[in-house]
């Protein structure tokens, strides 16, 4: 098994977290490196810009499908990702405020954490208004910090014993053979 979630998993979350926070339906929450032309509505972009390990992972040997021959190794690790968020079109600055504040509210940490991801920090948000063509559009983007475990099992297949000849020498030989069998024995 590969690992778990996969990153297109964490994006869709991420999208729908933007999309229960900020008020906008999920279909106008897109991909920030989308090349389909910009809705006429209101909508955002959500784009992972940084992702990094924290901290060290772990791995723990547990009984594997068949305990007699195999293992299962689980190995969690802790991840930090940054997305960068923007609105487009009128009421980006109120659809951006929505989002900020939701994830202090009870149902805003209900939802992270019902889909393990939890809330590390927003940074400034930045006014991106512009004009199209002959037209005003109101803009805003924030970079948004999240963090999650990521997760992976392994099957291998154990070793029941080995024989370890070792002989060393230099101005006097030692030769010793070691045994090694499972604990079971």
């Known amino acids: 098994m590969g690992s778990l979630p996969l990153q297109n998993s964490v994006d869709v979350l991420v999208r729908k977290f933007v999309s229960v926070a900020s008020g906008i339906a999920s279909k106008y929450v897109i991909p920030g490196n989308d090349s389909s032309p910009a809705p006429n509505v209101p909508y955002a972009t959500v784009l992972e810009i940084i992702k990094l390990g924290s901290g060290v992972d772990s791995e723990v040997a547990k009984e594997g499908p068949d305990p007699e021959i195999q293992k299962t190794l689980e190995h969690q690790g802790r991840r930090v990702i940054t997305y960068s968020v923007q609105f487009f079109k009128p009421g980006a600055a109120d659809f951006i ?78 030769t010793e053979t070691l045994g090694v069998t499972d604990a079971e024995d």
């Open 97 to 174: 405020e929505g989002l900020l504040s939701f994830a202090a509210t009870s149902p805003g940490q209900i939802w992270l954490a019902e889909n393990e991801l939890t809330w590390g920090v927003a940074g400034d948000i930045i006014n991106l208004d512009a004009i199209m063509g002959t037209f005003f559009e109101e803009r805003r983007q924030v970079d948004i910090t999240f963090r999650y475990q990521s997760r992976r099992a392994v099957d291998i297949n154990t070793i029941g014993s080995v024989d370890i000849d070792a002989a060393l020498s230099k101005s006097a030989d030692l």
